[in-house]
């Protein structure tokens, strides 16, 4: 890992910093805690709504923040063909940009270790996190990267195809089967039946690759399964999502006009959701962020073109772009500021109480007491990003 200035303003698509920008945003606006303000006022739709749009659904479905991983493993395939091309411009070798593919993949799994295994006595060995999901499939998406988009769009059906089947295929529980030892209640509402109980909850293909890979390693006590239902071998469809990336990286590098650009992505946008919801509706594989089922990828990858579009359209084809500044602070940095929303929001937040009282963030009230000390916690972070930016201070792998 090192510190590295930023390529020149010119080589860089503000619209992709600033998609990036805002995703690091509402992965650091947790701090906020809005279920906590929807709890305290349970009559307001309004705190409701983004409490639920603030918290991942339970199992099928989808809600803003389930689009977070997703849009953030899908720009690093956006950005693959700009970094691929400015490499071989500086005169970089394919043997040396492999390696460095190689190295940058090692580091991205073992840095999602390292941050789950914050308050933990030992080291949690988990792949479940973004970066550990984005490391395991990153080195396959470099190689691809240099592969004509047909063997692109191939992979892409391959990996989706291959991903259904072995589910598919993996027999379900037997009748009487105790989901409550896998953290699935039988009251539990979310409960998938028929063809569709082969993407349940921990009583699935890679719930059980799990059960045996998660304890080869030392733990502190044996895995039997992850109370979220997230799973390693989802870095699978999760390189799918990157191959989306990729293609549209592809696009935004090709010779096509900028409005050629523009209705590539609101097309492919417009029928990935159509895909993945048919596949959802007719019982094919249910949409689920959490185990990224092959028609999640779809349906939450036709989110991210549609997305990446919009921006795309807004601010490099119209240059209407003064407002992206704050969300471009984060998004050029977002390596650093994935790192320092899990190790700083707790320091940050205990030095204000000490220095400015718990009764500072009661200003508005107790149901607003988690908005007044995220927003301090959030201006805090952003500073320090400002400064790093200023600075021309960027953290890569």
Same mark, same amino acid.
């Given at each position: ?23 690091? @945003? ?10 906590? #303000? ?7 739709? +309004? ?28 720009? #690093? ?35 999602? #270790? ?62 009487? +089967? ?26 699935? +293909? ?16 044996? @895995? ?59 019982? &094919? ?29 807004? &601010? ?44 500072? @963030? ?15 916690? &959030? ?19």
């Amino acid at each position: 890992m090192n510190v590295e200035s930023a390529p020149a303003p010119g080589k860089r698509l503000t619209s992709l910093d600033t998609y990036r920008g805002f995703v690091m @945003f509402l992965m650091v606006a947790e701090v906020w805690h809005l279920s906590r #303000v929807a709890h305290m006022l349970p009559e307001s739709g +309004f705190w409701n709504f983004l409490a639920h749009h603030q918290s991942h659904v339970p199992w099928t479905g989808c809600s803003l923040h389930d689009l977070i991983q997703p849009s953030f493993s899908f720009m #690093v395939g956006v950005a693959l063909p700009f970094s691929i091309a400015s490499r071989l411009a500086r005169g970089h070798t394919f043997a040396f940009m492999n390696l460095h593919a190689l190295w940058r993949a090692f580091l991205l799994v073992i840095l999602g #270790v390292f941050l789950r295994s914050m308050g933990h006595s030992q080291t949690y060995f988990t792949f479940e996190d973004t970066l550990s999901q984005i490391g395991l499939g990153y080195w396959l998406l470099f190689m691809l990267g240099f592969r004509p988009v047909r063997d692109q769009w191939i992979a892409l059906a391959l990996i989706l195809a291959g991903y259904w089947l072995a589910f598919a295929l993996y027999p379900l529980p037997a009748p009487g +089967f105790d989901t409550a030892s896998v953290g699935a209640p039988p009251d539990w509402p979310h409960q998938l039946s028929g063809f569709a109980a082969h993407w349940n909850k921990n009583t699935n +293909f890679a719930s059980a690759f799990d059960q045996w890979l998660l304890n080869l390693f030392p733990r502190e006590k044996p @895995f039997v399964y992850n109370g979220g239902g997230y799973l390693t071998l989802s870095f699978i469809p999760t390189l799918g999502t990157m191959i989306m990336g990729l293609l549209a990286g592809g696009v935004l590098r090709s010779e096509r006009t900028p409005m050629g650009k523009v209705r590539w992505l609101a097309i492919a946008g417009g029928a990935s959701l159509l895909i993945g919801l048919i596949m959802h509706w007719l019982g &094919i594989c249910p949409i689920v962020k959490r185990i990224w089922t092959p028609s999640w990828t779809i349906f939450s990858g036709g989110w991210c073109f549609l997305i990446l579009g919009g921006l795309y359209l807004i &601010i490099d084809v119209w240059d209407f772009k003064r407002w992206t500044y704050p969300l471009v602070v984060i998004g050029m940095n977002s390596i650093a500021i994935y790192c320092m929303s899990w190790m700083l929001p707790g320091f940050i937040l205990d030095s204000l109480r000490i220095h400015l009282g718990s009764d500072f @963030f009661l200003m508005f009230g107790k149901p607003y007491e988690t908005l007044v000390s995220g927003t301090c916690v &959030i201006l805090i972070l952003w500073l320090i990003l400002f400064w790093m930016h200023r600075r021309k201070l960027y953290l890569k792998i």
